[in-house]
């Protein structure tokens, strides 16, 4: 039996420059951030948008962005944070920790870049990122899950731009 999976990657929001304590993993999001993440994911939510389970980096900011991502889709379940969505991780890890998953019909991943320009080529089968991952972007891809190796197609990507 194959199985098809709605993988929508989240990249944060605009964040502060700095966090107080001075480690890059506290830093929050900024008004700015919160407002065009809202805007797109008001957009996310007319489509359709309705992701089984959410994913998120243990960074602030992610998780600020996969709470934000859980109100405007009407998410209820638990965030589980990973490891595997860290900046300095890989597409490979982003893959295994989603296939982790492969029961879900719709894993929304709250990360980072270049994580993510990274992953999405990886998720389509391409050697070298393709992709200008803004912040606050959106992308959905659509993965048949059934092996250990990706067979993606993009669908589409909504960037603040556009919402």
Known sequence: ?????????????I??????????????LTEEGRAKLRRVLERAHE??????????SPYRRALETAEIAARELG???????TAALIPDSSPQQVWDAIREHRNQSAVL????????????????GSTRA???????ALVRI??????PAPA???EWMLTAKLS
Request: aromatic residues 8%; charged residues 20%; hydrophobic residues 45%.
């Open 1 to 13: 039996m194959v199985l098809y999976m709605e993988i929508y990657l989240l990249r944060h929001g």
């Open 15 to 28: 964040a502060e420059d700095h966090a107080a304590p001075g480690r890059d993993a506290d830093r929050r």
């Open 47 to 56: 489509a359709g948008v309705s992701p089984s389970l959410i994913l998120s």
């Open 75 to 81: 998410y209820e379940g638990k965030i589980v944070r």
């Open 109 to 124: 991943a709250a990360g980072h870049e270049p994580l993510f320009s990274a992953t999405v080529a990886y998720l389509l």
């Open 130 to 136: 393709m992709v200008h991952f803004r912040k606050g």
């Open 142 to 147: 659509d993965v048949e899950t059934s092996g």
């Open 152 to 154: 993606g197609v993009l």
